[in-house]
């Protein structure tokens, strides 16, 4: 299996609300990454885990809390988002120390 | 801070014309020049990961080169289908090889 999976594909939600992102992959990998993507630019990382632990954040607003809760699974929680915050957002994998990354297909989220 | 820059940002070729494409990174700190092919509505595939100067990589009608010493990539595609439209992107690591910095990508389009 050499697929990251992303749901949900679409997601549209409210500046009060709760939701969350979550991304899963078999391939063994302990690196997993969120990055998000603007219209006409360029994806840019938020996070990255290394072996379920937090390694990098790129300065990302609280609002936007990750979790990787086992080697598989990565979760983007989100409360009180902005508008400016629809995005793409993709998730990412790879082998600890290498190179290769391995993307989903992202979500899609409007925040209205 | 990386700037890794792509150009032409858009192309537009006939089936079966051959093309060419762009990448431009620093050549300081050099780790790493990553080529992924990203259909609309699908994940961003891996082309090419190349890490040593003169390196020259292929994958079909697809082929890569590298200058490290004066930073650039530049992506071939031999007897161009319509199958290889898509955004071509280039991403180069920053102070770690996790942390991607992409280009703003070429968008290709092949016309039958």
Redesign the interface.
Known sequence: DTEVTQTPKHLVMGMTNKKSLKCEQHMGHRAMYWYKQKAKKPPELMFVYSYEKLSINESVPSRFSPECPNSSLLNLHLHALQPEDSALYLCASSQAGAYEQYFGPGTRLTVT | ILN?EQSPQSLHVQEGDSTNFTCSFPSSNF??L?W?RWET??????LF?M?LNGDEKKKGRISATLNTKEGYSYLYIKGSQPEDSATY?C?S?NT??????????TRLLVSP
Do not use: D, N, R
Not at chain 2, 96 to 105: A, D, E, P
């Open positions: 890794v780790y790493a990553h992924y509505a699908k994940s961003p595939e891996a990961v890490t992107l991403a690591p770690g090889f996790q942390k991607l910095v992409f280009g703003t990508g």
